[in-house]
């Protein structure tokens, strides 16, 4: 596999968003783009490779994400990051706070993890970032608007809803 992408997705999971693990050989392209992905347990993302770079071009951005009890694992900051995924572009992603999910950390959930405020803009619970309890965005919600691409930050509900219905067969 050399190219995925994961685009406009809503993800309910329970331990972490995503995580790379690879052996030898390199993913030459990784996008992951316009995703809700809360709440969750562990981490926002992870990396384990044998072999560095893991990637050659990874982009990370317009994406929302629960901090987990862990937050960004690995790559933590730009240095390490570039070890992992040279030509790297993490931009415009929200990590929130979700709160106590059964670890007994409450908001202490919501510390510095080693994430830089240029890959993430961090929001101590749902509400401070505008997020309803399906996971919409509020009129008032600082993501709206605020993508790289002018669009909200994370999943288009609208465009999530119309490629869900069923499609016409041809016949």
Not at 48 to 61: K, M, Q, S
Not at 90 to 113: P, T
Request: net charge positive.
């Amino acid at each position: 596999m050399k190219r995925v992408a994961v685009v406009n997705n809503l993800w309910q999971v329970s331990r972490t968003f995503f995580g790379l693990v690879s052996g030898p050989g390199v993913l030459e392209d990784l996008l992951i783009e316009h995703n809700t992905a809360a709440p969750f347990t562990y981490s926002t993302y992870f990396f384990e490779t044998r072999v560095r770079p893991a990637l050659i071009r990874f982009r990370l951005t317009n994406n929302v994400a629960g901090f987990g009890a862990y937050g960004v694992v690995a790559p933590d900051a730009d240095p390490t990051l570039a070890q992992f995924a040279p030509a790297a572009l993490l931009s415009k992603n929200a990590l929130i706070n979700f709160g106590d999910i059964g670890d007994g950390q409450g908001e202490k959930r919501n510390v510095h993890h080693g994430v830089a405020a240029t890959m993430y803009m961090a929001f101590r619970n749902p509400a401070s970032a505008g997020m309803n309890a399906d996971g919409t965005l509020a009129r008032t919600s600082p993501l709206r608007r605020g993508a790289t691409d002018g669009k909200d930050i994370g999943v288009d509900f609208d465009e999530l809803q119309r490629s869900l219905r069923p499609q016409p067969v041809p016949g």
